[in-house]
């Protein structure tokens, strides 16, 4: 079980991840949340509920608008995770580093960011779902 958590993980981590020569892989991305997932963020004092399909579409608006932020990729993994099983669901914390590069002048900045995920998975076979995701950040 804690072999197919980790690959799991790790697809997760690879489908939030992509190059300066690839694009955000939307359907991969999807294709790893059940289809009610809810996605939660605080910002400040504030809880921010959105669907997946929300995040997508947040994510995608804000990288037309912003292009220098997302020109030479954003990389994410996972540093450290914890998992609770049972019986149909998993909960796990999973720590994470993520790497942006963006245009910064002639050149290229990198900005380092450090949180956690928590999820809440379902078995899908011998697979996962993500039925909630909630994350915190710091910069």
Not at 41 to 48: F, M, Q, S, V
Not at 79 to 97: C, I, N, P, Q, R
Request: glycine fraction near 6%; charged fraction near 30%.
């Amino acid at each position: 079980m804690e072999e197919r958590l980790e690959e799991f993980l790790n697809t997760f981590y690879e489908a939030m991840s992509f190059s300066s020569a690839e694009k955000f892989d939307v359907e991969r991305f999807v294709s790893l949340f059940t289809r009610n997932a809810t996605l939660a963020e605080r910002a400040g004092e504030t809880l921010c509920y959105e669907t997946v399909e929300d995040y997508v579409k947040v994510f995608e608006d804000e990288a037309k608008r912003f292009p220098e932020h997302y020109n030479y990729g954003i990389h994410e993994m996972q540093t450290a995770y914890a998992w609770l099983d049972g019986e149909d669901f998993v909960l796990v914390k999973s720590e994470y580093e993520k790497r942006v590069r963006k245009s910064a002048g002639d050149g290229m900045q990198e900005q380092l960011t450090r949180g956690c995920n928590y999820m809440t998975l379902c078995r899908d076979g011998d697979w996962f779902r993500i039925m909630s995701l909630a994350w915190t950040a710091q910069m």
